[in-house]
């Protein structure tokens, strides 16, 4: 069936240096994208969003990326802190209020 | 406030038990949603309640019984749960119209003997 995945399932970061998180979608008339971030103990907490009318939008330290062509979106987080480890997931809007979520990339920052 | 708050933090209970988890948000959303999330696994969905009526259910077993007794306060009653109902169970909320964004409580780490 369609739905949203991510490339990795970890990933681990020098501190300081950049991350990127990637995620492959299929549903191709999903128009809403979203980044969550899940610490250990604790609910997701919403990072990012964009919409499908957008390639790009910036918030604090953190980039995501939207590729329609080839149905790839992406999170960037700049200098990574150690605070960044966590998991993360990309999820898309399939309408009716339903959020279809990602296996999700666990982040792992080294001091 | 951008709070979800979810109460027990942790509960424990045995499969003939009857128990509650209760879910409260202050920003006057009028969408809340039940997920269930298994470790090392992404949240399901599970309930949706627009406008304080059950709009979506994610086809989950009659032992899980959601409420909604106003705008602010969600509920899932539980009974006679099985040992693989143990799990997270995360509360969030949204607004109807706009945007998609879902805010998420810390969530009720159940375990079901």
């Known amino acids: 069936g369609e739905s949203v995945g991510l490339h990795l399932p970890t990933l681990s970061v020098q501190e300081g240096d950049n991350s990127i998180i990637n995620c492959a979608y299929s549903?191709?008339?999903?128009?809403?994208f979203i980044w969550y971030k899940q610490e250990s103990g604790k609910g997701p907490q919403f990072i990012i969003d964009?919409?499908?009318?957008?390639d790009k939008r910036q918030g604090q330290r953190v980039t995501v990326l939207l590729n329609k062509t080839v149905k790839h979106l992406s999170l960037q987080i700049a200098a990574t802190q150690p605070g960044d480890s966590a998991v993360y997931f990309c999820a898309e809007n399939k309408g009716d209020y339903k959020l279809s979520f990602g296996a999700g990339t666990t982040v792992t920052v080294r001091a | 406030d951008t709070e979800v708050t979810q109460t027990p933090k942790h509960l424990v209970m045995g499969m003939t038990n009857k128990k509650s988890l209760k879910c409260e948000q202050h920003m006057g959303h009028r969408a809340m949603y039940w997920y269930k999330q298994k470790a090392k696994k992404p949240p399901e969905l599970m309930f949706v309640?627009?406008?304080?009526?059950?709009?979506i259910n994610e086809s989950v077993p009659s032992r899980f019984s959601p409420e909604c007794p106003n705008s602010s306060l969600l509920n899932l009653h539980l009974h006679a749960l099985q040992p693989e109902d143990s799990a997270l169970y995360l509360c969030a909320s949204s607004q109807v119209t706009g945007g998609y964004e879902q805010y998420f409580g810390p969530g009720t780490r159940l375990t079901v003997t």
């Open positions: 964009i919409r499908s009318n957008m």
């Open positions: 549903n191709s008339a999903s128009d809403y």
């Open positions: 309640y627009s406008y304080e009526k059950l709009s």
